[in-house]
C-alpha cells in the first residue's frame, strides 16, 4: 500500500528567510500525481502546488517550489522569501495513476506545523 | 465563483442522533469524496463517488453512509453517531481524467463535527 511520510512535525522559519518541508512516499507506481495542501488555522485546505510523476520538471508556483527527486521517492517544498501568512500546516499528498484510480483517493501525510517568526 | 460548500460547519450532537452533513460543488465535477482529519492522522478517505449513483468504500467507512442523487451534492449520513465519530470532516470534487486540472482535489471549508 502506497504511505506518505512527513518526519517534520514542526518547523519555524524567519519572515523573509527560506524553509524546506521534506516529504517522503512509498509506491511501487510509475505514474502518479503528487500535492501540497496548506491548513490555515481557518481549517480550510489550499492547494500549494502539483507534481505529476511524468515531468522530469520540478513545479513552481511563485514562492513556492518543488524538489522531485522520482528515484529516491522524494518530493519536498521550498517556501521562499516566508511571509507571515505562511504560518499554517502542511501536508505532503499521493495520488496514484488515473488508470487504477477510480477511488480518486488522495494518501495524506500527517502533516507539518510551519511558524514564521517576524 | 467555483467552490465546495459543506453544512453546517460547526454540530454537537448525541451519540445515535442521525446527522446529515451536506456537501455541494458548483464545478460541474464528476468525482467527489468525503475525508476526516484526525490529529496525527492526517486525513483519510471516507467514501468516494465517481458520477451520479455510483459510490465506493474509501479507507474508513464504517458508520457512514453517502448518497449520489445529483452531480453537485454529496452528503455524509451518519445514523447513529458514536463519540469515536468525532472529528474535522471535509468534502472534496475533482474533475475526471481529459482536463487540465485533473486529480487536483477542491475542498470544502470542513465540518467540526463533535459527538457527545
Known amino acids: 500500500a502506497q504511505t506518505v511520510t512527513q518526519s517534520q512535525p514542526e518547523m519555524s522559519v524567519q519572515e523573509a528567510e527560506t524553509v524546506t518541508l521534506s516529504c517522503t512516499y512509498d509506491?511501487?507506481?510509475?505514474?502518479?500525481?503528487l500535492f501540497w495542501y496548506k491548513q490555515p488555522p481557518s481549517r480550510q485546505m489550499i492547494l500549494v502546488i502539483r507534481q505529476e510523476a511524468y515531468k522530469q520538471q520540478n513545479a513552481t508556483e511563485n514562492r513556492f517550489s518543488v524538489n522531485f527527486q522520482k528515484a529516491a521517492k522524494s518530493f519536498s517544498l521550498k517556501i521562499s522569501d516566508s511571509q507571515l501568512g505562511d504560518a499554517a500546516m502542511y501536508f505532503c499528498?499521493?495520488?496514484?495513476?488515473?488508470?487504477?484510480?477510480?477511488?480518486?483517493?488522495?494518501?495524506f501525510g500527517t502533516g507539518t506545523l510551519l511558524a514564521v517568526q517576524p | 465563483e467555483a467552490q465546495v460548500t459543506q453544512n453546517p460547519r460547526y454540530l454537537i450532537t448525541v451519540t445515535g442522533k442521525k446527522l446529515t452533513v451536506t456537501c455541494s460543488q458548483n464545478m460541474n465535477h464528476e468525482y467527489m469524496s468525503w475525508y476526516r482529519q484526525d490529529p496525527g492522522l492526517g486525513l483519510r478517505q471516507i467514501y468516494y463517488s465517481m458520477n451520479v449513483e455510483v459510490t465506493d468504500k474509501g479507507d474508513v467507512p464504517e458508520g457512514y453512509k453517502v448518497s449520489r442523487k445529483e452531480k453537485r451534492n454529496f452528503p455524509l449520513i451518519l445514523e447513529s453517531p458514536s463519540p469515536n465519530q468525532t472529528s474535522l470532516y471535509f468534502c472534496?470534487?475533482?474533475?475526471?481524467?481529459?482536463?487540465?486540472?485533473?486529480?487536483?482535489?477542491?475542498f470544502g471549508p470542513g465540518t467540526r463535527l463533535t459527538v457527545l
Open positions: 472534496a470534487s475533482s474533475s475526471s481524467p481529459g482536463t487540465g486540472s485533473v486529480f487536483t482535489q477542491y
Open positions: 509506491t511501487s507506481e510509475s505514474d502518479y500525481y
Open positions: 499528498a499521493y495520488r496514484g495513476p488515473y488508470y487504477g484510480g477510480a477511488t480518486n483517493k488522495l494518501i
